[in-house]
């Protein structure tokens, strides 16, 4: 499999992801691709990659703002709206001032079907991370009960191995509670 065809992969199974979330196909797709895409890209070559309409590439855009899941980057010299995802951005409140931060998250340039990496360095995240999810949930007749446990196996940061001795590594808790209505 060369990069070409894990990323029009990926693409694919974030839509149908997304689709089994409740969340439109199209729009999870174009999210993923604005995620694995090296440079802002604009309407027209979201368009072109997934071959769909103006109306929808917009609606969809525009939606993947409000979620903040997507950002919208100006570009100096050009007329042209330009979208990216994948920062980190950070709001709260400390001693009673607001803050709010974003930066760009940089990645380096890994190779998913070889496992080489170019461009790393310190503060540079892996593109690609994989592990493993156990999850358990409780039918309580009008709740719903449930946890998982996310385990990385690969370090997330670019230039250093996979030991198994190092804790940079994906780690989520999550729970969750539902309500049947």
């Known amino acids: 499999m060369n990069l070409t065809e894990a990323k029009a992969q990926f693409i694919q199974r974030w839509g149908v992801l997304g689709s089994q979330w409740g969340i439109n196909r199209t729009m999870a797709q174009m999210h993923a691709l604005l995620l694995v895409a090296p440079e802002p890209m604009t309407t027209e070559d979201i368009m072109q990659q997934l071959s769909i309409s103006r109306g929808n590439t917009n609606m969809n855009v525009r939606d993947l703002i409000n979620w903040n899941l997507v950002n919208k980057v100006i570009i100096p010299g050009e007329r042209k709206e330009y979208f990216v995802a994948g920062k980190n951005k950070v709001e709260g409140k400390l001693f009673g001032a607001r803050y709010?931060?974003?930066t760009d998250i940089n990645y380096s340039d890994v190779n998913p079907t070889t496992g080489q990496e170019q461009n790393e360095g310190y503060g540079k995240l892996k593109r690609l991370d994989y592990g493993f999810n156990v999850m358990t949930g409780l039918d309580l007749?009008?709740?719903m009960v449930g946890a998982n446990y996310g385990y990385g196996l690969a370090k997330i940061?670019?230039?250093?191995?996979?030991?198994?001795?190092d804790n940079n590594k994906h780690r989520v808790l999550s729970f969750?509670?539902?309500v049947r209505l």
């Open 100 to 102: 709010n931060r974003e």
């Open 176 to 178: 969750s509670l539902g």
């Open 157 to 165: 940061n670019s230039g250093t191995s996979n030991r198994a001795d």
């Open 141 to 143: 007749g009008k709740f």
